[in-house]
């Protein structure tokens, strides 16, 4: 079965920093792996996916994340934080093979990024 | 150019009731779905359906049904709620690919927050 780990329920930062969270999946075949941001009171945001080719996958608001395949990584990345990207974060996986389109959810990072 | 839409924003029940949510698309998208948020658990797929016409179980079926109204349309309905039910509900929608398949980037309405009693 497909699961992804969020190992962390809370990053705080301060602005200006660089800001990683994390993600690791499970897996049986190659993943199509995706990041999520949820402002509050509000529906999830596509940020950025992996499906196939260069590892360094960048995306909206300058965030960027690596597919690290021996260490079944996703990190997610920001060179600078900004106050405004605080947010809910959702590491999410899908597998290639098979009919199921079912996207699993990590359960969640909390980024607080303090000015 | 609205995304997804979702009704209502808020909704209280007692337990033993039943309602609907509804959700729409005006994407043009094919594949739509629903999950319930809860704390620390992330997103759990409830149901989904690829195409209209078309409905499948997700992870947590259990005291829901769902219905494809149309290509636009997709509701979720409870149809006798419990407090296990109480979460925010989001629907989402896919667009397809050459071949049939979703292209996995979901977009996701504003939710629906449900409290039973």
């Known amino acids: 079965a497909q699961s992804v780990a969020q190992p962390e329920d809370q990053v705080n930062v301060a602005e200006g920093n660089p800001l990683t969270v994390k993600c690791t999946y499970s897996?049986?075949?190659?993943?199509?792996l995706f990041w999520y941001v949820q402002y509050p009171n509000r529906g999830l945001q596509f940020l950025l996916k992996y499906i196939t080719g260069d590892n360094l996958v960048k995306g909206s608001y300058g965030f960027e994340a690596e597919f690290n395949k021996s260490q079944t990584s996703f990190h997610l990345k920001k060179p600078s934080a900004l106050v405004s990207d605080s947010a809910l974060y959702f590491c999410?996986?899908?597998?290639?093979?098979?009919?199921?389109?079912?996207?699993?959810f990590g359960s969640g990072t909390q980024l607080t990024v303090l000015p | 150019n609205a995304g997804v839409t979702q009704t209502p924003k808020f909704q209280v029940l007692k337990t033993g009731q039943s309602m609907t949510l509804q959700c729409a698309q005006d994407?043009?998208?094919?594949?739509m779905y629903w999950y319930r948020q809860d704390p620390g658990m992330g997103l759990r797929l409830i149901y989904y359906s690829a195409s209209e016409g078309t409905t499948d179980k997700g992870e947590v079926p259990n005291g829901y049904n769902v219905s494809r109204l149309n290509k636009r349309e997709f509701s979720l309905r409870l149809e006798s709620a419990a407090p296990s039910q109480t979460s925010v509900y989001f629907c989402?929608?896919?667009?397809?690919?050459?071949?049939?398949?979703?292209?996995?980037?979901?977009?996701f309405g504003p939710g629906t927050r449900l409290t039973v009693l």
């Open positions: 994407m043009n998208h094919n594949s």
């Open positions: 897996v049986s075949g190659n993943p199509y």
């Open positions: 999410a996986v899908r597998f290639s093979s098979g009919s199921a389109r079912q996207l699993t």
């Open positions: 989402a929608s896919s667009e397809v690919r050459a071949g049939g398949l979703p292209t996995d980037t979901q977009y």
